[in-house]
Nanobody, 127 residues
Framework: QVQLVESGGGLVQAGGSLRLSCAASRRTFGFYAMGWFRQAPGKERELVAGMRWSGGVGPYYADSAKGRFTISRDIAEKTVYLQMNSRKPDDTAVYYC???????????????????WGQGTQVTVSS
């Protein structure tokens, strides 16, 4: 079993920056891919950024995140990060990290492709 614990959420003004962290409870050997999803009120959960745990092929970013968000990971710390810059009110959502520990390292955009999830952290961007 793996537990993913997010942290770093909160209130930020538009244009500001925030970094989310997602720490895994066990060593990440066997992790194939990680993703950051978000869910705004009344909307479906969507993938905003994802990466292969091994690195290599470039990360994936949703159009809404390109140029503003950066996903990275620290293998030693068993942690994946989401650096969010130039925040907009539309970025307000609950952010979830997710991990896939089977199959390929392809970054799928569907929730069903990930078998472990964090509890979510609220991010609110004020205008």
């Amino acid at each position: 079993q793996v537990q993913l614990v997010e942290s770093g959420g909160g209130l930020v003004q538009a244009g500001g920056s925030l970094r989310l962290s997602c720490a895994a409870s066990r060593r990440t050997f066997g992790f194939y891919a990680m993703g950051w999803f978000r869910q705004a009120p009344g909307k479906e959960r969507e993938l905003v950024a994802g990466m292969r745990w091994s690195g290599g092929v470039g990360p994936y970013y949703a159009d809404s995140a390109k140029g503003r968000f950066t996903i990275s990971r620290d293998i030693a710390e068993k942690t994946v990060y989401l650096q969010m810059n130039s925040r907009k009110p539309d970025d307000t959502a609950v952010y979830y990290c997710a991990a896939r520990t089977y199959g390929s390292s392809f970054v799928f955009s569907t929730q069903a492709a990930y078998n472990y999830w964090g509890q979510g952290t609220q991010v609110t961007v004020s205008s």
